[in-house]
């Protein structure tokens, strides 16, 4: 089984499952697209994900990330502009 899902900028792969031979085991993996030009996402950004668990802790970490990175950016743009 394969199944790929784009939405916006971001998107998973799922592989393995039930049609697979007997040693695959149902993953997925996030992705986002690498550039404005991509129809799909494109670039992982997870490692394998293999339970709802793993999934809830990668993007809850990734959220806290881009809410961190959200508040420099704006520090640093309020720093650059002029007075």
Do not use: C, W
Request: charged share 20%; aromatic share 4%; proline share 5%.
């Amino acid at each position: 089984m394969r199944l790929e899902e784009t939405k916006g900028r971001f998107g998973f792969h799922l592989t393995g499952g039930v049609d697979e031979p007997p040693a695959a085991s149902a993953n997925v993996q996030i992705f986002v697209k690498s550039s404005a030009l991509s129809r799909s996402a494109d670039l992982a950004i997870s490692p394998h994900l293999m339970s709802a668990v793993e999934i809830d802790q990668f993007v809850d970490e990734a959220i806290a990330s881009l809410q961190e990175i959200r508040l420099d950016a704006k520090a640093a743009l309020a720093g650059a502009a002029p007075s």
